[in-house]
């Protein structure tokens, strides 16, 4: 099966007014195309670090890459420019945050949300990032999305909102998601019903693909 990522012996640090923080110390695994692969630990153990740190959302400083590689289609993204990494980042890369709530701008429109990172990586008009947009609001079951597309972020509920921040990460169609825990925020009953809609779009895009 071929490998999209492979991190090896990573170990991420922060400077702070108490000292050096080792946050991630020689973490190492790979994933493989079409594999879902799941990191456990504790509150605090830095899933969230080694998460961000495959996205480069580490500040630097105070954050700091101490050693290891994160190599993703032969490039190590350790290594990368700013400029280099927001191609990759949300087009080949892309990541659904812990919190719904914070993830999402309250000042502009769903649509307009949606479709920034389609006319950012993709080369779509308007109109056709719309399109794209309202087709990613329907594969993630958001109803009447064409009207829901002009609505603002406090006119969903908590759960819809968390489908909106995955139809978000996934509208340029990266290879690799990353979920940082996308269901903390929510009661049990709209937890199951996001992991049953991970499921439902793995396989969707499997097809897809193949």
Known sequence: MEKVLEVKDLHVSFKTYGGEV???RGVTFDLHKGE????VGESGCGKSVTSQSIMRLIPEPPGRFDGGSIVFKGKDLTKLKDSEMRKIRGSDISMIFQDPMTALNPTLTIGDQLTEGIL?????SKEQAKKVAVQMLDLVGIPSPQVRLKQYTHQFSGGMRQRIVIAMALV????VLIADEPTTALDVTIQAQILELFRDIQKKQASRLS
């Open 22 to 24: 080792k946050a991630v």
């Open 120 to 124: 950012q990586h993709m080369n779509l």
């Open 36 to 39: 879902t692969l799941a990191i």
């Open 172 to 175: 340029c169609q990266p290879e």
